[in-house]
């Protein structure tokens, strides 16, 4: 028998693979990022989904309250008053909503070794957490970025980011500031002017993952923070906590068809073309309550990816 006679009459590769069956994974999405803001930010929980702000009013100049030290004993003290906004701000929770269509037909028959219709709530959901990070720091009513006042912004000196910029930024939330937040190639351009300069800055471990540091305040990441096509980004400092005065993230616990905190999945049916409906919606704010707990740097130039090949 010739030896391609014997080759022929060998079971190939191909045809084994036939009988054979493949370990599968779950699919994988690139798009699914840590969310850090979200761990990093408290959460409040709200009743009938609104949060009333109050504040005192800013006497400048206009009222002042009186407290004396150590008055004379012939001395009335003074009388006086705390005043309070007439119109607080309220904040209403915000929805991040979208619905999976499922054919039944393919959830009945294609569902093993993998649930479909887990599969797919699965991704929706991490989708939805995704528009979630990104409202609580762009949204136009309650986003982080877009309602820092006016006198909490600062520019960069010299485009890039450097220790003097972010010294600045923690001139303006000097009363216990929690963390940077910034793009990861922001951080990038900000570690680069540190080594050059010689002063590369620490790290600290959290939550399992190592952060740079500036003067021991984490630099958090966040892809949610656009950069410009000509490479221009922010970067924000923040405060948090009701009980300093900061930033917080509003929730309610306790929604219809809740498979996580403030986050309902609901099956909405199925209609006359077999098609399953399931609606997801995720309730969430974010409330800034006083002005100086969030300091926005500005024009922070990152530079594009060719100027570092």
């Not at 705390?82 to 999976?100: D, G, H, I, K």
């Not at 599969?119 to 990104?134: D, N, P």
């Not at 490479?231 to 405060?239: C, Y």
């Not at 969430?284 to 570092?308: F, K």
Request: hydrophobic share 35%; glycine share 6%; proline share 7%.
């Amino acid at each position: 028998m010739s030896e391609d006679t014997e080759l022929r009459r060998t079971l190939n590769e191909q045809a084994a693979r036939q009988l054979a069956n493949a370990t599968k994974t779950r699919a994988q999405w690139s798009g699914i990022t840590p969310r850090w803001l979200v761990s990093f930010l408290p959460w409040t929980p709200v009743e009938a989904g609104i949060y009333r702000l109050n504040r005192v009013i800013d006497p400048k100049g206009e009222v002042r309250t009186e407290v004396e030290c150590s008055p004379r004993n012939d001395a009335d003290l003074p009388e006086t008053f705390v005043p309070y906004e007439e119109n607080p701000r309220e904040y209403s929770l915000n929805a991040v909503t979208t619905v999976l269509d499922v054919q039944t037909r393919v959830s009945d028959l294609y569902s093993h070794p993998i649930d479909q219709i887990q599969e797919q709530l699965r991704l929706l959901i991490e989708k939805v957490k995704e528009r979630q990070e990104s409202e609580l720091i762009n949204n136009a009513e309650y986003g982080l970025l877009t309602n820092a006042a006016p006198g909490q912004r600062i520019k960069t000196r010299k485009g890039q980011p450097t220790p003097d910029d972010l010294d600045e930024l923690i001139a303006k939330v000097w009363k216990e500031p929690a963390f940077f937040l910034a793009h990861p190639r922001a951080i990038a351009a900000f570690g680069r002017e540190c080594t050059r300069r010689g002063v590369p800055p620490p790290t600290v471990t959290l939550h399992g993952s190592s952060f740079l540091t500036w003067r021991g305040l984490p630099l958090i990441p966040s892809d949610k923070l656009t950069v410009t096509p000509d490479g221009r980004t922010n970067i924000l400092l923040l405060r948090t906590g009701e009980a300093k005065q900061g930033v917080i993230g509003l929730f309610q616990p306790g929604v219809p068809g809740e498979v996580a905190p403030s986050l309902s999945v609901r099956f909405m049916g199925i209609n006359r073309k077999a098609i399953a409906s399931y609606l997801i919606s995720l309730y969430c704010s974010a409330a800034i309550l006083t002005e100086d707990a969030i300091g926005v740097l500005e024009d922070v130039y990152v530079g594009n990816y060719y100027d570092y090949a």
